[in-house]
């Protein structure tokens, strides 16, 4: 089933703790970890060193101790333990799907468990929240949508609109059309 995942899984760089200016890059690609670390300092004796790099396999890592030390204190333990996973085997396909794709998914839950997936990472709260979203949604609720709710849409957010009862959304396309109406007959 991994078979159509990239060939990099994670990547991710950080510099060290304070007061290092050391930076370093964190890969997982299908078949190992990459740590690699660039030294930077001002002092002479620094200047001639040269980057390194530890390469790992999947099993090695998880039995270097001291490979994922170093990574919970670059990059900290959540980040670890998500390459742990990746290292078990453990992808969360979920999370390698695009953002459109995802949306287009989300369309179609109900309204209770689009509230529910939103609470389940900051990435699906994003697009939860998405006026892209919300338009899927509005139009495929709505046989048709006039040019002045679209325009309200836009101002207010298709969110704001889906969950505006029809009396507020007649009484605001009203003050739109004044509103605007008032400033076409100002112009010249």
């Not at 899984?9 to 190992?32: I, W």
């Not at 101002?155 to 009484?171: A, E, M, V």
Request: net charge positive; aromatic share 12%; charged share 25%.
């Amino acid at each position: 089933m991994a078979s159509w995942l990239p060939e990099t899984l994670f990547e991710t760089v950080g510099q060290g703790p304070a007061p290092s200016k050391d930076y370093y890059q964190l890969l997982v690609t299908r078949s190992q970890v990459i740590f690699r670390w660039w030294k930077i300092s001002l002092r002479s004796e620094y200047r001639s060193t040269k980057p390194g790099e530890a390469k790992e396999i999947h099993e090695d890592f998880l039995e270097n101790l001291h490979l994922q030390s170093q990574t919970a204190l670059i990059f900290g333990t959540r980040i670890l333990n998500y390459v742990i996973n990746l290292c078990k085997g453990k992808f969360d396909f979920l999370e390698r799907l695009s953002d459109n794709l995802l949306l287009n998914i989300i369309s179609y839950l109900d309204l209770e468990d689009i509230a529910r997936l939103s609470q389940t990472s900051h990435r699906f709260a994003k697009l939860c929240m998405s006026d892209k979203l919300w338009e899927q949604i509005v139009q495929s609720t709505y046989d048709t949508i006039t040019p002045d709710v679209r325009a309200l849409a836009e101002d207010t957010g298709w969110r704001q609109l889906f969950f505006t009862n029809k009396l507020q959304l007649q009484r605001q396309l009203r003050k739109r059309k004044q509103k605007y109406g008032n400033l076409r007959e100002k112009q010249p």
